[in-house]
């Protein structure tokens, strides 16, 4: 168990402990060998800010254990080495404002965070099978040593964010146009969000390496198969406003996601001497990122919470946004993470690109090592490239749709700066909702 006392830099103390239990046990059975793991662990940590000011009351507690059980069995078959892995991992964590969710969540004029926060809750269990076969062999006149393996992971995740009080988060602000006008400041009424997906992958890998005199040569294909989608899931309407952000049922959608990876490994392997005291290796391997949770819910119409925003008038001065007190006069300022014009539509903004493929990583390393005496010394180098990353830009707009529209300046260090910032030429190509398209880059 371990307990940390820190200071952060917004100026306030926060309290973090983690507690870990484990027990481990191996033994004979038929011949082989058992090992078994249990594990519980938990990390809880207190006074954990929400934003870059927030009040005791509005920051998160921390919280959720993690439970691991996972055995493995290794055994020899004649010239073959077996080894046989299960694990289940129960995790998730929990982040809930040390405040009451009786209560409204707004920032005041200072930027402080007050009242409350939203509660995020996420269930994240995986299980996960693999089998590997190993075997040394001679034939063709060489040394082999061969290698077979095949895998399987499933994992269902259920994500909750839920927003205390009266589901409005305010914004007090006091510029000249708030005074002005005679505006407190922005209300932005929120609906609750809640996805539920599952990814699958299933993947087999096979390895020959060939011995002959100084030389080694390895030869390794990797095959990833990965698949996912959205479950079926439901949210409530804001309790205030349920006009704008009414309730939404939605019921999932069929596997979109079917990644197939072949992915290629080499290795050389060169003894300068032939004694084992001066090695040269290369190597190159192909990597596939993994099918990630924010990858299949990109477009969940209820991965986010979605919010509209007005201007909004405090009459009695209570910081509770309340029926009556928003600006009906300018209308609705926005919205994010629906469309405004069909808020009960169970369809989101963003949009994922038929054509979007596992992002690639490409890696060759080049290494020599000497041994004199008792020291070894080893020089390794690497080069790697990332191809096809991960995307997210606007909807609808190009590089050639933005302009800088002025700098930010300053002095840093002593430093003079001046860095010009962008944003569209026209927003009248903007997605109502901000929708966003997950693609390649």
Do not use: C
């Not at 390496?209 to 198969?225: H, I, W």
């Not at 001066?278 to 477009?299: E, H, P, T």
Request: proline residues 5%.
């Amino acid at each position: 168990r371990n307990q940390l006392v820190q200071q952060t830099f917004t100026e306030h103390q926060e309290t973090l402990r983690t507690t870990n239990a484990s027990l481990k046990t191996r033994f004979g059975l038929l011949g082989g060998s058992v090992s078994l793991l249990g594990l519980r662990s938990e990390k809880t940590h207190e006074d954990r800010d929400t934003g870059f000011s927030s009040s005791p009351e509005s920051r998160w507690k921390q919280s959720g254990p993690v439970w691991l059980l996972s055995g493995q069995d290794q055994r020899r078959l004649g010239r073959l080495w077996l080894l046989t892995r299960l694990s289940y991992l129960d995790a998730g964590f929990r982040l809930e404002p040390q405040g009451s969710s009786e209560a409204s969540s707004y920032e005041d004029l200072r930027g402080v965070l007050r009242g409350s926060y939203y509660t995020l809750d996420t269930k994240r269990p995986r299980l996960q099978a693999g089998f590997e076969a190993s075997a040394q062999a001679r034939f063709l006149g060489l040394d082999h040593d061969l290698l077979l393996g095949a895998g399987y992971r499933r994992s269902q995740i259920t994500t909750r964010q839920t927003w205390p009080g009266n589901g409005v988060y305010a914004l007090e602000r006091q510029s000249v146009f708030f005074r002005t006008f005679h505006l407190t400041g922005f209300a932005l009424p929120q609906r609750d969000a809640e996805a539920r997906s599952l990814q699958e992958q299933i993947d087999g890998y096979l390895q020959d390496t060939v011995r002959a005199g100084r030389f080694a040569l390895s030869a390794g294909l990797r095959l990833d198969r990965l698949q996912g989608h959205n479950l079926a899931s439901s949210v409530e309407a804001n309790p205030v406003f349920p006009a704008d952000l009414p309730a939404v049922s939605y019921t999932g959608d069929p596997s979109r996601y079917r990644w197939l990876d072949l992915l290629p490994r080499l290795g050389l392997l060169w003894d300068l001497t032939g004694k084992g005291r001066s090695l040269v290796r290369a190597g190159y391997a192909a990597y596939g990122a993994s099918l990630g949770v924010s990858d299949v819910s990109f477009d969940n119409p209820l991965a986010q919470s979605a919010s509209v925003s007005y201007y909004w008038r405090d009459k009695n001065g209570n910081h509770v946004v309340e029926p009556g007190e928003l600006d009906l006069v300018r209308g609705k300022l926005g919205a994010s993470g629906l469309d405004p014009e069909h808020p009960a539509a169970a369809v989101s903004p963003h949009r994922i690109d038929p054509a979007y493929r596992s992002p690639r990583t490409h890696e060759a390393t080049l290494s020599f090592e000497q041994t004199l005496g008792g020291m070894t010394t080893t020089l390794r180098g690497s080069w790697r490239r990332l191809l096809h990353p991960r995307w997210t830009p606007l909807r609808n707009l190009t590089l050639a749709d933005y302009a800088i529209r002025g700098a930010a300046t300053g002095q840093l260090f002593d430093q003079t700066y001046s860095v010009g910032y962008y944003s569209p030429v026209s927003e009248s190509k903007i997605v109502p909702g901000n929708g966003r398209l997950l693609t390649n880059r």
